[in-house]
């Protein structure tokens, strides 16, 4: 069996360091055979092997595999051990199918708290952007759920490693700690790389979801706990954070809402939701009893993070010309989104006015202040197509006001 399961996988005959294609069955049978895999992976029967395989207790060298770098499929105390390299090469395959089953291998464990092998995450390191830059859609969706598989198995794992030995953390433990400390800060730093603005749409949507599902997995502290996933908020914490939304992100994020494609619109405009959301709890949970009167160097840094809503207040400008400038429909949902953006901020900021326990509202409602503003901006450019109608279209367009009041 193990023979036949060697050249299914292309290690018959081969070297898995040198990268070699593997040599794959047909379709159909290439279906069947991974499918079987995957059931055994669910059921504990098949487990992945390589140099950091944490094995947390004593007692448990007697009842998983032993994790040693191997080349060669084996047996194990009835379970069948198969190179984690071994299953990184399916991550490269043409077919879809071996794509997904090569993820699932990786990924799924029966025990949440077992860590990734060095070699696994090396695998999902090389493989990752090609996966999310797929133009299969159902595709990339899957990839996406197990991404966040991969945070959630992360976070219980990485937790386990540092509670649940207590204080004596062993040297394997630190390893895979590090490494999985590592994988968090690429992750991150990948997802900002894929929202440049000459990046193809494929990349833009799922690097905007990836950053959702790093924001719901809890890594965040400043996120409130009302969004976090449900995994995230009933199960183990991180035992390291990182701070996801910075200023770089916002003005990429800010730039993103004028994407030609209205669910990337939309995922931006969602994050950064949440984003401000998650600044005015923080703001709120700091606020000093002294008033600031003035914006002086430290009261700006300290105090409401003027700098970013400088730089929000800039973008908006910059959108609004960009706007007027093209009259393209995109772009005028952006500056309704932009708008929508500001009057969530501002409402946030309105019910943040606490007297003793009681949660208050401070001053007009800057909804009504919003539509206002915006009834005005329409009469003024119905006033100037009575006067030049073509002049009106060109510098006062009326889709933008019109989304933004929808």
Known sequence: MLLGLEQQLGLQGSNVEHGEEVDLLPETRTALLFTALQV??????????????????????????????????????????????????????????????????????????????????????????????????????????????????????????????????????????????????WLHGFLITELSPTASYQRHISAVKGLHHLLRSGIDPSVSSDVLSRLAQNSSQWPFNITIINDIVRRLLSDMLLDPFEDVRQGALDILKLDASSRQHTDQDTKKPSCVTHSSPTSILEHGHADSYAQESLTFDRARAIMLRTGRVDHADGVARLYDLRSFRNSQKHRTTIVGDVQSFSGQDPRLVLIEELTASLERSIEAAKINISNAVSNFPLHGLFTTLR
């Open 40 to 185: 055994g992976k669910e059921n504990g029967l098949i487990q992945e092997i390589g140099q950091c395989s944490r094995l947390p207790t004593r007692s448990a060298l007697t009842s998983t595999p032993e994790s040693t770098a191997s080349s060669t499929i084996e047996i194990r105390n009835n379970i069948i051990c198969i190179p984690d390299l071994v299953l990184g090469r399916l991550l490269n395959s043409e077919s879809i199918i071996t794509r997904l089953a090569g993820l699932s291998l990786l990924v799924t464990s029966t025990q949440s708290t077992r860590s990734f092998t060095l070699g696994t995450l090396q695998c999902i390191k090389q493989s990752l952007p090609h996966l999310l830059a797929d133009t299969d859609s159902h595709f990339r969706g899957e990839v996406q759920s197990f991404l966040k598989a991969v945070l959630d198995r992360m976070r219980a794992s990485t937790f386990f490693m540092v509670r649940g030995n207590g204080r004596n953390v062993g040297t394997s433990e630190s390893t895979a700690l590090a490494s999985h400390q590592e994988f968090i800060v």
